[in-house]
Antibody, heavy 115, light 111 residues
Framework: QVQLVQSGAEMKKPGASVKISCKTSGYNFISHYIHWVRQAPGQGLEWMGMITFVGETPGHAQKFQDRFTMTTDTSTGTVYMQLRGLRYDDTAVYYC????????WGQGTLVTVSA | QSVLTQPPSVSGAPGQRVTISCVGSSSNIGAGYDVHWFQQLPGTAPKLLIYPSKKRPSGVPDRFSDSKSGTSASLAITGLQADDEADYYCQSYDNSLSAWVFGGGTKVTVL
């Protein structure tokens, strides 16, 4: 069955970076791109970006352009996202989701930014 | 301020029909982009309710249906049940932002 399994919760200090993984299984990962979506505590969903496994130019929200990077490992079907220069308002649950229809989601990774 | 506008809350008695609106613009829903609807139960990841093809993912009952007209879309839940209490989000693509955008979410309460 299709699964997206994310890495565990992280606690970081302001200004640090965080890298989260999303391992796909149960489908041909080459044929689907992966989105990243985050949700701050008590807030709604916010799209961050998307990436394919076939080297196409990833797309990301303008808001994160300068400090957000996505990469892939085609040998394991794993997608990574890195967010740099963490701020307190980056505290959120970060999700990966399968494109194009966001039909399967990872379990979420809580990132807490605290001094 | 979300690009897609949803009512903060809707409520209904068990068995009733409720609808959730999602108002966009000519750069997203009005441009013909697909609208996705998600249900999110507390502490869990969002769950897709209906594919753009109108097919439902496995396990989603046909009590959930969607429609689209002009720059708006809506989700209808018929035969409301207690386990339908959740947050619901609409989503589409916006070509002026070159980004996927979500509505602010609607909390459904079963009275």
């Amino acid at each position: 069955q299709v699964q997206l399994v994310q890495s565990g919760a992280e606690m970081k200090k302001p200004g640090a970076s965080v890298k989260i993984s999303c391992k796909t299984s149960g489908y041909n990962f080459i044929s689907h791109y992966i989105h990243w979506v985050r949700q701050a505590p008590g807030q709604g969903l916010e799209w961050m970006g998307m990436i394919t496994f076939v080297g196409e130019t990833p797309g990301h929200a303008q808001k994160f352009q300068d400090r957000f990077t996505m990469t892939t490992d085609t040998s394991t079907g794993t997608v990574y996202m890195q967010l740099r220069g963490l701020r307190y308002d980056d505290t959120a649950v970060y999700y990966c989701a399968r494109g194009p229809s966001f039909d399967f989601w990872g379990q979420g990774t809580l990132v807490t930014v605290s001094a | 301020q979300s690009v897609l506008t949803q009512p903060p809350s809707v409520s209904g008695a068990p068995g009733q029909r409720v609808t959730i609106s999602c108002v966009g613009s000519s750069s997203n829903i009005g441009a013909g982009y697909d609208v996705h609807w998600f249900q999110q139960l507390p502490g869990t990841a969002p769950k897709l309710l209906i594919y753009p093809s109108k097919k439902r993912p496995s396990g989603v009952p046909d009590r959930f249906s969607d429609s689209k007209s002009g720059t708006s879309a809506s989700l209808a839940i018929t035969g409301l049940q207690a386990d339908d209490e959740a947050d619901y989000y609409c989503q589409s693509y916006d070509n002026s932002l070159s980004a996927w955008v979500f509505g602010g979410g609607t909390k459904v309460t079963v009275l």
